[in-house]
């Protein structure tokens, strides 16, 4: 009997199977905000958005992060591992924005003293609720794979906070999620892009993320572009 195996679409990416072992990940150009009330589409974001996240997989990689990127598929896509995906996604914040400014009495921008790490339920229907590990637990997540994860973040956080400052970019928060593979190992997965970060820069403090897209700072490409000239080296 031949496996079936279905393409799973997102707001962002397709995750198309390549065979048992390998999804082929294509970025789209869509665009989406406030859980998808806000769309639009950008000719060039899903470029952008591989080739961002290629650079970091690659480079995370050689500083000792497990992730599931295998190689390059086409100008929007990559080869990725198959992986038991955890129902979670973990924050990590280093500056006060977004939705941490509404629930802390401290003002945007306020560099915090030590990283703080939040854990959501990935499901779109509830709005992506923060939950806390009792909830995790209930939904067949075990503390010790929550601590593995939030102790990959942290590690993560440590390696692209001095890697974005050389490039005169704060790392504001990102968001990351993780998978188990066949050997039960926890792996990064699905992208580090302007999609998932918030990158401010140094000087300026002006937006390069989907915030600019969110809250209609400007041109999304061309904030995307300007982080990715930053990442490449070029002028």
Same mark, same amino acid.
């Given at each position: 009997?031949?496996?079936?195996?279905?393409?799973?679409?997102?707001?962002?990416?397709?995750?198309? @199977?390549? =065979?048992?072992?390998?999804?082929?990940?294509?970025?789209?150009?869509?665009?989406? +905000?406030?859980? *998808?009330?806000?769309?639009?589409?950008?000719?060039?974001?899903? &470029?952008?958005?591989?080739?961002?996240?290629?650079?970091?997989?690659?480079?995370?990689?050689?500083?000792?992060?497990?992730?599931?990127?295998?190689?390059? +598929?086409?100008?929007?896509?990559?080869?990725?591992?198959?992986?038991?995906?955890?129902? /979670?996604?973990?924050?990590?914040?280093?500056?006060?924005? *977004?939705?941490?400014?509404?629930?802390?009495?401290?003002?945007?921008?306020?560099?915090? @003293?030590?990283?703080?790490?939040?854990?959501?339920?990935?499901?779109?229907?509830?709005?992506?609720?923060?939950?806390?590990?009792?909830?995790?637990?209930?939904?067949?997540?075990?503390?010790?794979?929550?601590?593995?994860?939030?102790?990959?973040?942290?590690?993560?956080?440590?390696? /692209?906070?001095?890697?974005?400052?050389?490039?005169?970019?704060?790392?504001?928060?990102?968001?990351?999620?993780?998978?188990?593979?066949?050997?039960?190992?926890?792996?990064?997965? =699905?992208?580090?892009?302007?999609?998932?970060?918030?990158? &401010?820069?140094?000087?300026?403090?002006?937006?390069?993320?989907?915030?600019?897209?969110?809250?209609?700072? *400007?041109?999304?490409?061309?904030?995307?572009?300007?982080?990715?000239?930053?990442?490449?080296?070029?002028?």
């Amino acid at each position: 009997m031949v496996k079936t195996m279905h393409v799973y679409e997102g707001k962002a990416k397709k995750m198309i @199977p390549l =065979d048992e072992r390998k999804f082929i990940m294509e970025f789209k150009d869509d665009a989406t +905000a406030f859980n *998808g009330e806000k769309k639009a589409q950008f000719k060039g974001k899903g &470029w952008l958005n591989a080739q961002i996240s290629t650079m970091l997989f690659k480079m995370l990689e050689e500083k000792g992060i497990k992730t599931h990127f295998i190689g390059v +598929a086409g100008d929007n896509k990559l080869i990725v591992e198959r992986l038991k995906m955890y129902p /979670l996604e973990v924050v990590v914040r280093n500056v006060v924005a *977004g939705s941490l400014k509404k629930r802390l009495p401290l003002t945007e921008g306020t560099e915090l @003293p030590e990283p703080i790490v939040e854990l959501y339920y990935k499901e779109d229907a509830l709005g992506d609720p923060m939950i806390n590990y009792y909830h995790a637990k209930v939904l067949g997540v075990g503390e010790d794979e929550i601590k593995e994860m939030e102790h990959i973040a942290l590690r993560v956080n440590e390696i /692209l906070r001095e890697y974005f400052k050389e490039k005169g970019i704060i790392l504001v928060d990102f968001k990351l999620e993780f998978g188990q593979n066949e050997k039960g190992e926890i792996v990064l997965a =699905d992208e580090i892009s302007p999609d998932t970060c918030r990158f &401010w820069d140094a000087k300026t403090k002006e937006s390069l993320d989907k915030d600019v897209f969110r809250f209609d700072k *400007g041109d999304l490409i061309n904030a995307y572009e300007e982080l990715y000239r930053r990442l490449v080296g070029e002028a």
